[in-house]
């Protein structure tokens, strides 16, 4: 039995045990609306991204659905998305009578094609979600100059993304309003929490009206999140990672092959007739405090992740990764590389490395919504594309065991 003690997991909490124990305790009892640190939050993060101004909602989806909102946008109107997201943001865009028109990947950006842009864009089209996903960044000059020479209004999701620059630029400020989700598992983590950034300051007027209007934020709610980060960062220390959760991903394998394939697990494909009133609850302090707490650690757990993953692409064979733009500067906030999942779980496997596929989803193809398409790039990828570990806190010895299963594969 090689590496007993020393699985790798397949991902990370960008927390301390100790401090996702500090927040669930916490979350019980600190109050959730000092309106001055979300403030400072919000400012913190503005300036971090050399924007104006930033305002703070409970979910991207949420700071996503009222900066369509507050656009006024004739029903009807077309929203150009990419295959692969949240189902939320189709929700939101479905709830404000628009039509989410879908875009298929480059294969070497997993970002639009430009000339299916030019071919899916019309005088209906209004709006485009620029979703830059693992922390690969596109051509953002020429995709933005595209969508400015239709006058369509940009909106960017760099949740997964944060820190990433094209030509000396950060990904989310290309367009009118950034949008980042700090959610688990992300790099700047604040238990849940849609950040909307942007200069332009009529939008953020108006997004400052949006969130006046929503709920208290709720403190179950929170309990909930907290609890979840703790579980998660437990899971995924070396120690219970190896003596519980591998084993157990191993049984669950044998009984079915599909069943560990999703990264954080499979979720909801069914339509929702009502959005939830927890997506329309305020942002909290207690969020905003963790947020100020690890916004200036950000960066440098990023380069040593962007290190990992620069390593393992040059071991492994660069052209077996998407090769973005030149004047990309990625964060790889998921090193993503085509292979049978199945396959590749098994040989990793065996070297005592956990790997997994997006969790995201195949938005183009869900049953129940409008506009289903075929996106043959974006399907290859969303099946096929495995998850290389390449997060901070791997030692060398760690990144050679990965380079290894990598080629036994090749
Ligand atoms: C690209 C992208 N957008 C949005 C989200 C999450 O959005 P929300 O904060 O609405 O859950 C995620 C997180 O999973 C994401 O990866």
Redesign the pocket.
């Known amino acids: 039995m090689k590496f007993i003690f020393n699985k790798i997991p397949r991902g990370l909490i960008y927390h301390k045990v100790l401090e996702s124990v500090r927040y669930l305790l916490t979350s019980f009892f600190m109050p959730l609306d000092d309106k001055s640190a979300i403030e400072k939050f919000e400012d913190k993060f503005a300036k971090y991204c050399d924007h104006e101004y930033c305002v703070a909602f409970p979910?991207?989806?949420?700071a996503i659905y009222f900066t369509l909102k507050n656009l006024n946008l004739p029903s009807g109107s077309e929203v150009i998305l990419p295959p692969v997201?949240?189902k939320?943001?189709v929700d939101v865009i479905l709830a404000l009578d628009l039509i989410p028109v879908y875009v298929d990947w480059d294969a070497d950006t997993l970002n639009f094609q430009l000339y299916e842009l030019q071919r899916k864009t019309s005088s209906k089209t209004k709006a485009v979600i620029i979703?830059t996903?693992f922390g690969l960044v596109p051509d953002m000059k020429e995709l933005v100059d595209f969508f400015r020479s239709k006058e369509i209004f940009i909106i960017e999701?760099f949740?997964?993304c944060l820190n990433g620059t094209f030509d000396g630029k950060r990904v989310g400020t290309f367009g009118d309003v950034g949008i980042y989700?700090c959610?688990s598992i992300?790099t700047l983590d604040t238990l849940?929490?849609?950040l909307a950034i942007t200069s332009d300051t009529g939008i953020y007027e108006a997004l400052r009206k949006s969130q006046a209007g929503l709920f208290p934020a709720g403190r179950k709610f929170l309990i909930k999140k907290a609890w979840l980060n703790l579980v998660r960062n437990v899971a995924t220390t070396r120690l219970i990672f190896s003596l519980a959760v591998f084993p157990l991903f191993q049984i669950m394998r044998k009984a079915n092959p599909e069943s560990t394939l999703k990264q954080t697990g499979s979720r909801n494909k069914d339509r929702v007739s009502k959005l939830p009133k927890v997506w329309f609850s305020s942002y909290s302090s207690l969020q905003a405090n963790i947020g100020l707490a690890h916004i200036d650690d950000v960066s440098a757990s990023d380069q040593i992740r962007i290190d990992n993953a620069n390593y393992l692409k040059a071991k492994c064979g660069s052209d077996r990764f998407p090769k973005t733009a030149q004047s990309s500067a990625n964060v790889y906030w998921q090193l993503v590389m085509l292979q049978d999942p199945k396959r590749a779980q098994e040989v990793f496997a065996r070297h005592g490395i956990d790997t997994a596929t997006t969790?995201?989803e195949l938005v183009s193809a869900l049953e129940q919504y409008p506009n289903k398409a075929a996106m043959p790039v974006a399907e290859k990828f969303y099946y096929n594309g495995i998850f290389l570990p390449c997060f901070p806190g791997l030692s060398k010895a760690d990144l050679e065991r990965i380079v290894n299963a990598a080629n036994e594969l090749a």
Do not use: C, V
């Open positions: 979910f991207a989806r949420t997201t949240i939320g943001i979703t996903l999701d949740s997964q989700s959610s992300k849940g929490g849609g969790s995201l």
